[in-house]
């Protein structure tokens, strides 16, 4: 696309909607991001410009907060304990369905991605009708089963891309040597496709740390998470202080990005020694 | 003789071994998932034909009411005494309130009749049928009594055919529900009419940006690409309170179309369907143009050339030529975007109004507002039958594992 002197008037034209139109999209999809951040620096408590001033007393608002420090505790207790069981669980899954083609192959895969593609809501439901029995409901063990499983595809699937990528040699090398199974996973396999489990731990990670349909369901009043306290500041009081929390939850998404940019470099660099 | 058998045998156990190998790995995740998912919605399905709610609580009746065969007009004696045994019991035992729900929920109006029954009803009786439409005449009423019929249980078609705005008749045919229980076709058009809008909304934004990021040198794609991801991974709860600031009276978008001009009035963006809209097509725009993208970006130059080479003019070359070869990517952006947006419930719930909410949020709702769990069920399983069709459809589309639900 690179400009050439030889562009009819019609490409011209053409060029220009191209460019025109794109722009907008890019304006559409980032700016309702970028006209909050001000907002949460606001020094009135109105959601609206010019800004009355320029303070972080909405930060220190929530940062003080005990309701916020809870959902964030919860947060990440969630987080980390259901994306700690959901990569294990989708490791050991995805070299499963790697390593050979078993009969049933394909419903297995199906199941497997099944939680990605069913809506939340029937799984939120279909948990909460069959567990509320057993007490499984507003406990962290509910909540935490309930993330792991909406979790668990986005591992399968990008461990598995990253073992379309590995050399079956290397663990061949390593088992003529003498090496057992279990060893050759842990010293071979494991650290070559490690960036793309731990980008797998991640994406399970934002699944659920961003999940809310089922901890409105499956959660009780102790297990309140910070999406789930945002829905109700949103609904019941919009203030400066969501646009704070959202502003930082904004930070957090661009590591996040940038974390996953860096591991999939690093996977791409493994792929290049190991072919 | 033997020796290239015993080779092939144990080749062959060596290999069935690797799959039972791969297979063991697998079992975990599948025996997790089969508890905590795939059971779960296998039962979510089975209350919604299974009814032993009435049973359970009026045992007497449910299992009389079998003898009723000629459903033009009342059932016998024995039918009406079981009714008068099982409410004298069940009013002893508390659970009447648990028949009344349950046949309120079919023929309107079943509370005060149960209850007004069982506070009038004498402990003994020459003739049930004669006391009973003494008390209440609404037990002359065959239409009752079918109402009766039909939760006796186990196995009930009431909640699915309600869930599409149909009921049995009192002699067993289909006919449309009365026009104050018919909502759930009208939340069904909504919920497929919203997925559409949004879906024809992100195409058309989507399809320039796909076909700029593909076709620009990567030095110059990749840092704009990062205005498309980062939205992606931003939470889904903050995007939605964005909208919520910029579409209110005093919001952004109003104090823009002020200035300029263009309205005097601030414009009612949220808490109505164009709000929904809105907000719904910035969500799901990147899964649209990711998709696109990775389609476009596959397309070889070469075909452009070639048409452009034969005098074909750029329009028609791009129509011709360019378009086809996009469409498995249009295909599978629209397809994912449109089951995405079917099973929308934050969004509709915090920019919509009342009139806007969809299907999901009516599951939640009987879930845990209305405990009308049979009613949640089917209006789930209808959900769930609607996404795995279309889900059929994408899979022959782009294979397994392309897809991030919001």
């Known amino acids: 696309m690179s400009a050439s002197p030889s562009l009819t008037v019609e490409e011209r034209l053409w060029r220009a909607v191209l460019w025109g139109s794109s722009i907008l999209v890019f304006a559409f999809l980032m700016v309702p991001l ?166 797998g731990g991640l994406f399970a990670f934002a699944t659920s740390f961003d999940e809310v349909v089922v901890v409105l369901l499956v959660a009780g009043p102790g297990q309140r998470t910070l999406p789930r306290e945002m829905f109700s500041g949103i609904r019941e009081s919009i203030n400066p202080s969501i646009m704070a929390v959202a502003t930082l939850l904004i930070v957090f998404s661009t590591l996040l990005l940038i974390t996953l940019e860096v591991l999939r470099r690093h996977n791409e660099k493994v792929r290049g020694i190991a072919r | 003789m ?80 079981a009714l008068a045994a099982d409410i004298q019991e069940s ?30 009803l004498p402990s003994r009786a020459s003739s049930w049928t004669e006391t009973l439409i003494a008390i209440d005449e609404r037990w002359a009423n065959p239409e009752v009594w079918a109402a009766v019929a039909r939760a006796s249980g186990p196995l009930t078609s009431f909640f699915l055919l309600q869930a599409v705005d149909l009921e049995r008749s009192p002699t067993g045919g289909l006919r449309a529900a009365p026009p104050d229980e018919s909502i759930y076709v ?11 809008s949004v879906t024809g909304l992100c195409l058309l934004l989507g399809f320039p940006v796909a076909y700029l990021l593909a076709n620009l040198p990567d030095r110059l794609a990749y840092p704009l690409m990062i205005l498309v991801l980062l939205p992606f991974w931003t939470s889904l709860l903050v995007r939605t309170a964005a909208w919520v600031v910029l579409l209110q009276d005093k919001g952004l978008v109003n104090e823009f179309l002020m200035t300029l001009g263009l309205i005097d009035d601030p414009l009612r963006l949220i808490f109505n369907r164009v709000g929904v809209v809105i907000a719904m097509t910035h969500v799901l725009l990147p899964f649209l143009i990711l998709p696109l993208y990775s389609v476009m970006k ?68 009987y879930t845990s507002d209305t405990v009308n769990w049979g009613m949640a069920a089917a209006l789930g399983t209808v959900l769930l039958a609607a996404t795995l069709i279309l889900y ?12 991030k639900p919001a």
């Open chain 2, 392 to 403: 059929s459809v994408y899979s022959r589309l782009v294979g397994h594992g392309q897809v």
């Open chain 2, 298 to 365: 596959g397309i070889k130059p070469v075909y452009m050339r070639a048409a452009r080479s034969l005098g074909a003019p750029p329009t028609v070359a791009f129509v011709r030529i360019y378009l086809p070869q996009t469409l498995p990517g249009i295909g599978a952006g629209t397809l994912l975007t449109f089951i995405l947006a079917l099973g929308y419930y934050i969004t509709p719930a915090l920019v919509g109004g009342a009139s806007d909410q969809m299907l999901s949020y009516f599951i939640a709702f």
């Open chain 1, 34 to 199: 970028l006209a909050i951040i001000p907002l949460s620096f606001n020094g009135g408590p109105f959601l609206t410009y010019p800004l009355q001033g320029v303070s972080l007393r909405w930060y220190e608002t929530v940062l003080s907060d005990p309701d916020w420090a809870s959902a964030l505790r919860n947060s990440l207790i969630v987080g980390s304990v259901s994306t700690g069981i959901a990569t294990v669980l989708g490791t050991l899954a995805a070299v499963g369905l790697a390593r050979a083609r078993f009969p049933g192959h394909g419903l297995v895969m199906a199941v497997v991605l099944s939680p990605m593609i069913v809506p939340v809501v029937i799984v939120a439901v279909g948990f909460y009708l069959f567990f509320a029995p057993l007490g499984l409901t507003g406990s962290y063990a509910g909540l935490i089963l309930a993330h792991t499983a909406l979790a668990v595809p986005f591992v399968v699937i990008t461990v598995s891309a990253t073992l379309q990528g590995y050399d079956v040699t290397l663990s061949r090398a390593a088992a003529s040597l003498g090496a057992g199974p279990l060893l050759t996973f842990r010293r071979v396999t494991l650290p070559l496709i490690a960036p793309g489990v731990a980008s």
């Open chain 2, 91 to 120: 009013h002893k035992a508390r659970t009447l309130a648990t028949a009344a729900r349950r046949l309120n929920y079919d023929a309107a109006g079943a509370r005060s009749l149960v209850f007004g029954t069982a506070r009038a």
């Open chain 2, 186 to 196: 009208d939340v069904l058009t909504r919920t497929f009419v919203v997925a559409f």
């Open chain 2, 2 to 81: 033997s020796q290239p058998l015993t080779l092939k045998a144990r080749l062959h156990r060596a290999e069935r071994r690797r799959k039972l190998g791969a297979f063991a790995l697998v079992a975990p995740l599948l025996l997790f998932l089969l508890v905590t998912f795939l059971v779960p919605i296998a039962d979510m399905m089975r209350r919604a034909v299974h009814d032993p709610e009435l049973s359970q609580v009026w045992p007497r009746v449910c299992g009389a009411i079998d003898t009723w065969t000629d459903r033009a007009h009342l059932p016998g004696e024995s039918v009406f005494a």
